[in-house]
């Protein structure tokens, strides 16, 4: 079983931060961050300044990284692309898979992130699928029915064995970027229902698969989002971007 020390607080940095400021705002997080043993941290910078988090995080074996996207091929003619193993080899241990942006700006479909969460698994990084639900669909009804859905296409048909170290995150898209945060109370909804799909897809595994929430959690909401039940964790875009902020949220629920 995963033995991710929860709550696990992940940063979505997106497309913010080059080496520089990757390396100033980590020299600044980790003199204000001192090593907890009682959560999970887990960094998602751009692929060019993967190296120079890596770097920055050398002392600091409890700062764990991951790559924001990978191609679902092997390898080969995908100019601009990543693949599984070129993060894995630059030194990811996770990857973001079906993230809405890459779902809604980028027009990858509930069929490319299966592919993505194969191709990860079969490197041995670790996939955090990201799930959730958009306005529209929310107003209709359908929170549950979305996720499960993206949950079936993402982890459907793979064995328990290997999706015992993966990760969720319940991103609903109208609270991403938004600065609308979906309740505690909408949170555990979600998560419930996504939990119970887990333990179908994948029995005791799916019972402990960690599922975060993501979508304007800043420092003033974390504790409370942390509190609800269900809530394993946290994803956090924005208020990832500053050192402060951050910092509070690694500190929170405490
Ligand atoms: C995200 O990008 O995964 C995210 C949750 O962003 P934000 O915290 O900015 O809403």
Redesign the pocket.
Known sequence: MAAYQRPILAA?W?MNNGPTAASAFLASYLGRYARRDDRTVILFPSALAFAAARSAVAERPDILLGVQNINAAEKGAFTGENSAAIALDAGAGFVLVG???RRHVFGETDADTAEKVKRALAHGLVPVL?VGEKIEEREAGETDAVCVRQLRAGFGGLSAEALRDAIV?Y?PVW????GRTATPQDASAAHQAIRAELRTLAGEVGASIPILY?????ASNATALLAAPGVDGL??????LEAESWTSICNAGS
């Open positions: 979505n997106k993230h809405s942006e990201c995150a991103e609270a991403i970027g938004t993501g979508g304007s959690a800043n994803l956090v875009g924005g208020a990832s």
